[in-house]
Nanobody, 129 residues
């Protein structure tokens, strides 16, 4: 069974940077889509960024474009989320998620939480003004 473990959350001042890691285990051969989502108190879960394990396909949510970068190290089964120019509104619990198959297919990106089957426990990111 696929298991995902996030790390790297913490507290930072506005304008600062953090890098989150998601280490996966239980992947079998084949392609997976890996996504980062976040949920702030009282708000719905929001897509942040997604990547494919098999090619360079990437997806970013509008609120983080130009500030966040998703990358992967397949040898380490780890996906990273580099977060720069952080804002107080980035404060949330950040979750890593995975699902079998292509990230992009048939003009559709797997960027919704319902597209993903496996979830980590989440890591808190707090940005103070």
């Amino acid at each position: 069974e696929v298991q995902l473990v996030e790390s790297g959350g913490g507290s930072v001042q506005a304008g600062g940077s953090l890098i989150l890691s998601c280490t996966a285990s239980g992947f079998t051969s084949g392609e997976y889509a890996i996504g980062w989502f976040r949920q702030a108190p009282g708000k719905e879960r929001e897509r942040v960024a997604c990547a494919s394990t098999a090619d360079s396909t990437l997806y970013y949510g509008d609120s983080v474009k130009g500030r966040f970068t998703i990358s992967r190290d397949n040898a380490e089964n780890t996906v990273y989320l580099q977060m720069n120019s952080l804002k107080p509104e980035d404060t949330a619990v950040y979750y890593c998620a995975a699902t079998v198959g292509k990230l992009y297919s048939g003009n559709y990106y797997k960027s919704n939480e319902n597209d993903y089957d496996y979830w980590g426990q989440g890591t808190q990111v707090t940005v103070s003004s």
